[in-house]
């Protein structure tokens, strides 16, 4: 609902609604580029910093608002990025991206004035699945903005090189480099419906102990990978194998008064923990010819406050399944 003083402000500033309204863009974007909402946030809130320290003439002389705001914001998450992966390697074991309820199609299309290249190959939803965000960590920070920007919000390699700081055709070559590591990572796509019945009877074995069934739903060659960040309790290392991940789950299944919900987690089936009426793991899965491959299972708390209804955070998830 808008206040009488935000459309006063908007009266005064016929400019402003418009400036605002790109937040849910360039979130979506820095969310992308450093697989973290909290420093996506970040990001986005110096990146307006830097719009209203600007002069009001100096404002009026841009010709696309929008543009500028992308390509500050894309500048920052590169020197995020360098900066992340010390922090990274620093971090209390395994480090995954942070796990988004409901549909997070953040973005909403290209940017204005951008426009579309036969190279693009990547959809907003696929791009913010787990399994892609966990290849985006593998590449260099100057790699991964060129690829979201050109393959993902399809900005020419003209302005990629502008905000990257490279020719055109040498960021032409980062976007195909990452292109090939998504490629060599992520094996054709799932129907969401299957993905959804695999994701259900691994909750369903899980619940009853049942390591048979759990063993006949995970690839041979099957991880499962924790992150509690030093601030919940999580294996240092990703469990390999399906018999260790069956006999994991099996025994946690022992021991934990959790109530496990099926919901969405970054556009794909996933299940979330409950104790207590709060949210305590998300998990995100990786179904591959009707097995599960990977499980990413997030506990830490700084992690799950779109989940857990905190002041700011964004909506949580209804956990009403994917009927």
């Not at 608002?65 to 395994?94: H, Q």
Request: with cysteine.
């Amino acid at each position: 609902m808008t206040s009488p003083s935000e459309a006063e402000g908007d009266r005064l500033d016929p400019g402003l609604s418009a400036i605002v309204s790109e937040r849910r863009q360039l979130i979506g974007l820095a969310y992308r580029m450093l697989g973290s909402l909290a420093e996506a946030e970040d990001v986005v809130q110096e990146t307006y910093a830097r719009w209203y320290a600007m002069s009001a003439p100096q404002r009026e002389a841009i010709e696309s608002p929008g543009g500028w705001l992308t390509r500050v914001a894309s500048r920052i998450c590169l020197d995020v990025l360098g900066s992340a992966r010390a922090r990274r390697e620093r971090y209390v074991g395994e480090w995954i991206p942070e796990p988004l309820p409901g549909h997070a199609d953040w973005g909403g299309g290209p940017p204005h004035g951008a426009t579309a290249d036969p190279a693009d190959r990547v959809t907003l939803d696929e791009s913010v699945n787990m399994a892609f965000l966990v290849v985006l960590e593998a590449m260099t920070p100057a790699e991964r903005v060129a690829f979201i920007l050109h393959d993902v919000f399809r900005y020419p390699f003209a302005d990629v090189a502008e905000i990257v700081g490279r020719t055109p055709a040498a960021c032409r070559q980062l976007a195909s480099s990452a292109r090939r590591r998504i490629r060599a990572a992520q094996p054709s796509a799932t129907p969401p419906a299957q993905q959804a019945r695999v994701v259900r009877e691994f909750k369903q074995a899980w619940e009853a102990k049942d390591i048979g069934a759990l063993l006949g739903l995970l690839d041979p060659d099957a991880t499962a990978t924790g992150d509690g960040g030093g601030l919940a309790t999580a294996l240092p290392r990703p469990v390999e194998g399906a018999e260790q991940i069956a006999r994991f789950f099996t025994e946690r299944a022992r021991a934990d008064r959790a109530t496990i919900r099926e919901c969405t987690v970054n556009g794909q089936p996933g299940l979330r923990a409950e104790l207590d009426g709060t949210t305590v793991s998300v998990m995100a899965f990786e179904v591959v010819d009707g097995r599960i491959r990977h499980i990413w299972t997030v506990l830490n708390p700084d992690k799950l406050r779109p989940w857990t209804g905190e002041p700011g955070a964004e909506p949580r998830s209804e956990g009403r399944g994917w009927n």
